[in-house]
Structure formats: structure tokens, C-alpha cells
């Protein structure tokens, strides 16, 4: 069964940048929309960020103009780096991909630390 291999999480300081990364195990067919969601503790999972194959975005308004989303195609990669980091933005971060025949996977979830 194909996993997600996520990375790139870690601890930084409030105002520094952190790069996550995304890949399937095995191969996905026909991959639609790539996207990454975080919960934090207590809290439900919200969406943070996603992209499409065509490459049209979509934020999370309390990350706008701070976090990129991005997909290397040929490597059915995903990133997400992030800037300006916020204690607020605290929180496992897990990628999502889903293909055009509606099949889900998700990574088994990074921890990003944001200390003040």
C-alpha cells in the first residue's frame, strides 16, 4: 500500500521558515489535488493549504502571504515552506493527496514547533 513520506519538520524560533515536503512510496495514478492540513492539540484538523494539478491554490486565511504551496508533477512531490512562523502555527502537520478517482492518502503527520 502506498504511504505518504512526509519531512522537514522540526522547532524555529517565532519569524523563522520551515520547508515541508511530501512524497507518495509507490506510485499514484492520476493525481489531482495535493494539499497539507494541521491539528493542533485539542483542536480539530483544518486545511492549511492546496493545490491542483492544474496549479490553482488555496489558503487557510490565517497563513495568507506567509505559506507557499507548491508541487513538483514529475516527482509527485509537494511542499509547503513557510514563513514568518507564529507560535499559533504550532501543530502536526499532514500532507494529502487525493487522485481523480477519488482515492485518499495522508501522511502520517510532522510536527512543526514554533517556540515565542
Known amino acids: 500500500q502506498v504511504q505518504l513520506v512526509e519531512s522537514g519538520g522540526g522547532l524555529v524560533q517565532a519569524g523563522g521558515s520551515l520547508r515541508l515536503s511530501c512524497a507518495p512510496s509507490g506510485t499514484i495514478f492520476s493525481i489531482n489535488r495535493m494539499g497539507w492540513f494541521r491539528q493542533a492539540p485539542g483542536k480539530e484538523r483544518e486545511l492549511v493549504a492546496t493545490?491542483?494539478?492544474?496549479?490553482?491554490?488555496t489558503y487557510a486565511d490565517s497563513v495568507k502571504g506567509r505559506f507557499t504551496i507548491s508541487r513538483d508533477n514529475a516527482k509527485n512531490t509537494v511542499y509547503l515552506q513557510m514563513n514568518s512562523l507564529k507560535p499559533e502555527d504550532t501543530a502536526v502537520y499532514y500532507c494529502n493527496i487525493r487522485s481523480w478517482s477519488r482515492n485518499t492518502y495522508w501522511g502520517q503527520g510532522t510536527q512543526v514547533t514554533v517556540s515565542s
Open positions: 493545490i491542483t494539478s492544474g496549479g490553482d491554490t
